[in-house]
């Protein structure tokens, strides 16, 4: 049985003190509190544990809630439950009890809402787990976390007629080497343009580009679960997807602040602060 009920609260939400802004900041994949039933069935050490988790992201925006914007932030690591999948993703080469996995690809390669495999296709577990725990993550987790969410998403665009929801991602340094002639430092996902509206991604585009970082669209990452769920454009609601190379701040093997945190830090402190005015001051054209 899971040691679910260990009563952690399945997210951390902090709010502003006077919503300013249209834009929504959530980290959903920087979570890093290991279940002791996970680390006891796992075959795998920490380190390679935590190799899915956004680790550290939620620090680099702490500073998100002084510019009038929440900030949503998932407890629970990616490799207890995916929040950037939905909910019947599920895959019966893990979980027991199910009759067939859900027919993605994403499941079929072991990264459905209950992960089987962390990153570089490293299984979890020897074998299975019970149907009744997956539910209760999923029920513990996963929809407390979308139902905020959501929650945020409608809060922003009542008060501004628009909500956008700025998706929070790090990735691996070795998932850029083909990127282009000057690696991306950034790549913002927008599901080739049907998630947020186009001159949204482009101030942001222009926001990280003005702070010296190399930003690409949609490659190697175009954005999952969240940015379709979220990302209504015409409806005013746009999600846009940002992953961060973790080279900038942090020692990918150790899984350790590295020198440049503060300083990088600093960075993203400025950059969301010119997104929580770009969502405070919404383009003509996206209010239209």
């Known amino acids: 049985m899971s040691d679910i009920p260990a009563l952690l609260p399945p997210f951390r939400l902090d709010r502003p003190k006077a919503l300013r802004t249209a834009a929504v900041f959530a980290s959903p994949h920087s979570g890093a509190h290991y279940p002791h039933s996970l680390q006891e069935r796992a075959v795998l050490d920490m380190l390679r544990l935590r190799s899915s988790e956004d680790a550290f992201v939620d ?3 702490a500073d998100v809630p002084q510019f009038g914007a929440p900030l949503l932030c998932a407890q629970y690591p990616r490799a207890w439950v995916d929040l950037n999948r939905a909910e019947d993703e599920l895959d019966s080469a893990l979980i027991a009890g199910l009759d ?22 490293r299984a979890i577990y020897r074998g299975k787990i019970p149907l009744i725990e997956a539910e209760a993550r999923i029920n513990h987790v996963w929809r407390p976390y979308h139902a905020q969410l959501e929650a945020l998403m409608a809060e922003a665009h009542g008060a501004f007629g628009q909500a956008i929801l700025l998706d929070m991602h790090s990735m691996p340094s070795e998932a850029l080497a083909t990127t ?10 927008d599901r080739y343009g049907t998630s947020a509206d186009r001159e949204i991604v482009r101030e942001i585009e222009l926001i990280f580009e003005g702070e010296g970082l190399n930003v690409a669209r949609n490659s190697p990452f175009a954005g999952a679960y969240i940015t379709q769920r979220y990302g209504h454009p015409r409806e005013g609601y746009h999600a846009i997807q940002i992953e961060i190379d973790r080279a900038l701040y942090m ?22 602060r010119q997104i929580a005015d770009l969502g405070a001051h919404p383009l003509r054209h996206a209010a239209e």
């Not at 067939?100 to 296709?121: E, K, N, Y």
Request: proline residues 9%.
């Open 59 to 61: 620090e680099l925006l």
């Open 100 to 121: 067939r996995a859900h027919p993605g690809p994403r499941v079929a390669a072991g990264l459905g809402v209950i992960p089987r495999v962390v990153s570089g296709a």
């Open 180 to 189: 282009g002639p000057r690696r991306a430092e950034i790549v913002l996902g």
């Open 251 to 272: 020692d990918q093997h150790r899984i350790a602040p590295n020198e440049n945190f503060n300083t990088f830090a600093a960075l993203m402190s400025r950059a969301a």
